[in-house]
């Protein structure tokens, strides 16, 4: 994945900071900007995973942390909601003076309703979708428990949120109770995705309902099932992303795609960043990586890991050709495959090219009713597909450059 820090300023001239993935393609088809949860930051399980996710349906991201939190300047105790929505806003105009002009806004618990009153207020926006928010914003005030009453007595308190102490000032409560989210939503004339898990213990799923109520169409409810509210989980928070990712394709303007065009049988195509590569075999698109060890993202299989799939979907492919033209009762094969390279161990009269050799491991399950004698005539024919005769072969290459 491509991916660059940036930082801008807001209407404060705060410095806030923040991190554009970028897809693999050079020219992403759409830009969103991405809000983090209360008292969160930009590198949360949840927003890392829904930006990888949507990258890779070629949407840019910018996930930032708001005023005073993670990597951002200033002091988060004089914040309130509303500076929020003006550090959205001040998202927005960066990407927009930068980069491109961006049409969707994303938002997480809190930072969902920061989106919504941000996307009110941009006309350049055109989507929205939020994920375990609040239907009002003062509902974050819950987290605040007996302290509240501190808050209102004093005009401040400390108060610990997930293991951390933060000074709430009686502003920010004040701004909260000001905001008035049914009235914005009935209003926003964006489309709408709320996404949210009935498992939500922090924001109760009816929040999901009363938003989605009062918003006009188009607008659109996805269950998260059996996801936390932060989407610890790596795998709830890139199935947020591409549900995103695809639901919103639907409401903002899609240029025409720079698609790879396979000039013979495979064409592939890499930048200078990284090891994700696209491959164009025929009319169908694929995405081969290296593990995070090697440096990697590990979008998609390795070339070995591609070069055993080949070996094995051709293996099981000739052996049912081979079964049903005989007739025989193949219900399944299972072939499991791993690949390596040995030294010989006598190398004498062989050149240096010689000295290392090609091993495949090929385990093959036959599922169905077969004697041993049809068993074995299968494992003979195992080793006559045509991936295998050609790894076998000794090929000849033809490399030149155009």
């Known amino acids: 994945m491509n991916r660059q820090k940036v930082s801008f300023k807001n209407n404060k001239g705060i410095v806030l900071a923040g991190v554009i993935e970028f897809p693999l393609s050079s020219k992403p088809v759409a ?9 969160g930051s930009k590198n949360l399980t949840a927003a ?20 005073g939190l993670g990597n951002s300047e200033g002091d988060f105790t004089e914040t309130t909601f509303t500076d929020n929505v003006n550090d959205i806003k001040a998202a927005v105009a960066f990407l927009k003076e930068n980069y491109e002009t961006p049409n969707i806004l994303i938002g997480h618990s809190l930072g969902g309703a920061a989106a919504v ?27 605040f428990g007996y302290k509240l009453k501190d808050i209102e007595e004093h005009g401040f308190a400390e108060v610990n949120i997930g293991g951390r102490s933060y000074t709430i000032k009686k502003q920010f409560v004040d701004d909260l109770l000001s905001k008035n989210m049914y009235e914005v939503i009935r209003n926003l004339n964006k489309a709408l995705l709320i996404l949210h898990s009935p498992q939500d ?48 394709k639907r409401y903002i303007p899609l240029p025409e ?47 070995y890991e591609l070069l055993n799939s080949a070996l094995g979907a051709c293996t099981a492919m000739t052996l049912q050709m081979y079964a049903r033209r005989k007739k025989w009762d193949l219900k399944e094969v299972r072939v499991h495959l791993e690949y ?48 295998h005769r050609t790894l076998m072969g000794s090929s000849k290459f033809n490399t030149k450059l155009i």
């Not at 949507?54 to 991201?61: E, F, S």
């Not at 009002?136 to 987290?143: G, I, N, W």
């Open 257 to 303: 795609k720079d698609e790879l065009k396979a000039e013979k049988q495979v064409s592939v195509r890499l930048g200078d960043k990284g090891y994700t590569t696209e491959i164009m075999a025929g009319i169908h698109g694929l995405i081969a990586d290296e593990s995070e060890s090697l440096g990697g993202n590990d979008f998609g299989p390795s070339p």
């Open 117 to 143: 009153f941000a996307a009110s207020q941009l006309e350049e926006i055109n989507a929205v979708a939020t994920i375990g928010t609040p239907s009002e914003p003062e509902h974050v005030t819950h987290l």
């Open 340 to 387: 390596n390279r040995s030294y010989k161990e006598d190398c004498e009269g062989c050149s240096e090219s010689e000295k290392r050799l090609d091993h495949f491991d090929k385990c093959i399950e036959l599922v169905g009713d077969l004697d041993d004698v049809q068993k074995k005539r299968l494992l003979e024919i195992a080793d006559r597909c045509p991936v």
């Open 48 to 67: 890392k995973h829904i930006a990888r996710a949507m990258t890779l349906q070629g949407i840019a991201v910018l996930r930032f942390d708001f005023t």
């Open 201 to 248: 213990r922090v924001v109760e799923l009816e929040n999901a309902a009363k938003i989605y109520h009062a918003a006009m169409h188009p607008k659109s409810f996805i269950t998260l099932e059996k996801a936390d509210h932060m989407l610890s989980s790596k795998d709830d928070a890139f199935y947020a992303g591409n549900v995103i990712s695809t639901w919103v």
């Open 31 to 39: 830009y969103s900007v991405f809000s983090h949860a209360f008292t």
